[in-house]
Each structure stands twice: as C-alpha cells, then as structure tokens.
C-alpha cells in the first residue's frame, strides 16, 4: 500500500515542564523539502511549526539551524534526547523529544523521498499558480 504522508505522534517536554505535552510530527510528498511539528496547547487547538527536514536531518549529529528553529542535539543532558529550539515575536520555547522518535520519524519520510530525492517530487507548477493566484 502506497501513502502520500508520514504522521508520527509523541509525547515531549515542552519548556521544561513536568508535564508531556502531545506533538504530532508530518511530512508530506508534496511539500518534499518539509516536516511539520504541532504541539497541543489546549483540546483541539494546536500550535504548529514547519521547517526544512535537512535541518532535523542535520540536528541528528550537530547542532543546526541559525534561524526561527534550531535542532540542537549539544543541549541535552541526556544523549537519548534532541533540543529543538522555537522562537517568534510571540515567545522561545525549548522542546526536548526522544531521539530515537525523530529518527523513526525521519527514517519513515526517507522511505517517502529519499534525501536528495526532493525535486522529483515537488510540483513547482503548482506552487506558481498557488502564488499567482492569491
């Protein structure tokens, strides 16, 4: 059976809390070069972020990212986990995830396109008449 998407829920540490926060990671075959990450801030209400997947690719082995996201794998106490860092005019907020969760995630949108494999699957005709089209 053939999908079009990868969708990957966990739980993590948001900001430190005692509490885990559910996030729900996606990746989908036309949007190639993305993954999406949301965490649920209040029933039915989520907040979400997207960014380049060679940037959680990268944030595996080093830190990455000089922009709005980071993935920062030297902040962790524990090797076991991952720092993604968030930040916008609304706030900064520092996500703890399990590594071996982004891998699988990453491994499974890898089966999806394979890295360096974007292009073929990124339809820039249809992105033209999206832009055009507002």
């Given at each position: 059976?053939?999908?079009?998407?990868?969708?990957?829920?966990?739980?993590?540490s948001l900001n430190g809390c005692a509490?885990?926060?559910r996030s729900r990671c996606s990746y989908l075959r036309r949007e190639p070069f993305a993954v999406?990450?949301?965490?649920?801030?209040?029933?039915?209400?989520?907040?979400?972020?997207?960014?380049?997947?060679?940037l959680l690719v990268a944030g595996l082995t080093e830190p990455a990212g000089i922009g709005d996201v980071r993935v920062r794998p030297d902040l962790s106490v524990d090797e076991?986990?991952?720092i993604l860092e968030l930040e916008s005019p609304d706030g900064y907020a520092v996500v703890e995830m399990l590594r071996e969760d982004v891998e699988r995630f990453l491994d499974a949108t890898i089966a999806l396109v394979p890295l360096g494999a974007e292009e073929d699957h990124?339809?820039?005709?249809?992105?033209?008449?999206?832009?055009?089209?507002v």
């Open positions: 059976m053939s999908t079009d998407a990868v969708h990957q829920h966990q739980f993590v509490l885990p926060v999406g990450i949301a965490f649920q801030v209040e029933r039915g209400q989520w907040v979400e972020w997207s960014f380049a997947r060679d076991d986990y991952l990124f339809d820039v005709e249809s992105l033209i008449d999206e832009i055009t089209n």
